[in-house]
């Protein structure tokens, strides 16, 4: 598995190869526009969790980072995206889904991406028994350390459903 400063280290060197000096401003290229093997137009912003961002708005946290940890780079992409799972937190399943969720949805912003510890994610996963999608596979999250967010609630608390709070 290439590290972050391998890969780093590689576009640089294409970038050397395929361009001159005089073509790229190496100063103000960032290493956090790249991103899960991805290069973003923008660096990461904190940005408002907007009201009408039901699945995360009153999470416990008022800003979030953009793009977030599904690569979504847009505010309306988020909205998007997250609407589709805002009805699985009515079923009060598990009370950590819309911890999980939220923390790929609309990451808290701090200087580096935190994402969910598996432990996090197998119980809330494990609760609604079906597949799921690829983007919120458990082997994709850390195994438990102290930077990754682990479960929140002991199994057998309900869910909240947004704007209940």
């Not at 309306?76 to 939220?102: I, M, N, Y």
Request: contains cysteine.
């Amino acid at each position: 598995q290439v590290s972050l400063t391998q890969a780093v280290t590689l576009a640089l060197v294409l970038l050397t190869s395929a361009a001159s000096a005089q073509e790229y401003d190496y100063y103000s290229w960032q290493s956090d526009n790249f991103h899960n093997g991805r290069f973003y137009a923008k660096q990461p912003q904190c940005v408002d969790i907007p009201a009408d961002l039901r699945l995360c708005y009153n999470v416990g946290y008022k800003k979030m980072r953009l793009p977030n940890l599904l690569d979504h780079e847009t505010m309306p992409e988020v909205k998007q995206q997250a609407g589709s799972w805002v009805p699985l937190l009515a079923k009060r399943c598990h009370a950590d889904t819309q911890v999980f969720l939220c923390s790929l949805f609309a990451p808290v912003c701090l200087d580096r991406p935190i994402y969910p510890c598996r432990s996090l994610c197998a119980p809330v996963m494990e609760t609604y028994g079906f597949p799921w999608p690829e983007m919120l596979q458990c082997e994709k999250f850390p195994i438990d350390n102290d930077l990754c967010i682990p479960m929140q609630f002991s199994a057998g608390h309900a869910t909240q459903t947004p704007g209940t709070t």
